[in-house]
């Protein structure tokens, strides 16, 4: 009998220990939304030139009463699109930062591209980018002769 008490109180302790853990690992994380506003999240490029380096700026305000944001990282989804953001820097509530994301196609044609902004807090926004991929025709035009 003592070694059936023994085995049932060292399977408590392991199962209780088990239910402990994965309530510590279920944080529950917030919506992006109720914290943060986004401006050109869903960004028309209109017509740029293939080969030249163009940019927009993505807004996000902190609209939360009491919480801090950080950007932890900004992933791109090609060599095309590159990200420029301060790491770390807070933004408080009521406080409006950016990041830019550049791109540069190398082909002509439609386009739609994705960047996702990590924040610290584990929150992702997916930020979505298109346009088309033109020929530069004053670039290419030769002089006219007089």
């Given at each position: 009998m003592t070694?059936?008490?023994?085995?049932?109180?060292?399977?408590?302790?392991?199962?209780?220990?088990?239910?402990?853990?994965?309530?510590?690992?279920?944080?529950?994380?917030v919506?992006i939304?109720?914290?943060?506003?986004?401006?050109?999240?869903?960004?028309?490029?209109?017509p740029?030139?293939?080969?030249?380096?163009?940019?927009?700026?993505?807004?996000?305000?902190?609209?939360?009463?009491a919480?801090t944001?950080?950007?932890?990282d900004?992933?791109?989804?090609?060599?095309?699109?590159?990200?420029?953001?301060r790491?770390?820097?807070?933004?408080?509530?009521?406080?409006?930062?950016?990041?830019?994301?550049?791109f540069?196609?190398?082909?002509?044609?439609?386009f739609?591209?994705?960047?996702?902004?990590?924040?610290?807090t584990?929150?992702?926004?997916?930020?979505k980018?298109?346009?088309?991929?033109?020929?530069?025709?004053l670039?290419?035009?030769?002089a006219i002769?007089?």
């Open positions: 070694r059936s008490v023994i085995l049932f109180a060292f399977y408590f302790l392991i199962t209780s220990g088990l239910i402990q853990a994965q309530a510590d690992s279920t944080k529950t994380i919506d939304h109720q914290l943060a506003t986004f401006t050109n999240a869903d960004y028309n490029m209109g740029t030139p293939v080969g030249k380096s163009t940019s927009f700026n993505v807004y996000i305000k902190n609209i939360s009463t919480d944001l950080w950007i932890a900004v992933k791109v989804g090609c060599g095309c699109t590159t990200p420029k953001y790491v770390n820097e807070p933004i408080v509530p009521g406080q409006t930062s950016f990041v830019t994301l550049g540069t196609g190398s082909a002509r044609g439609e739609v591209k994705y960047a996702d902004i990590v924040f610290k584990g929150q992702t926004k997916q930020i980018f298109f346009g088309q991929a033109v020929t530069d025709t670039s290419t035009t030769p002769k007089q």
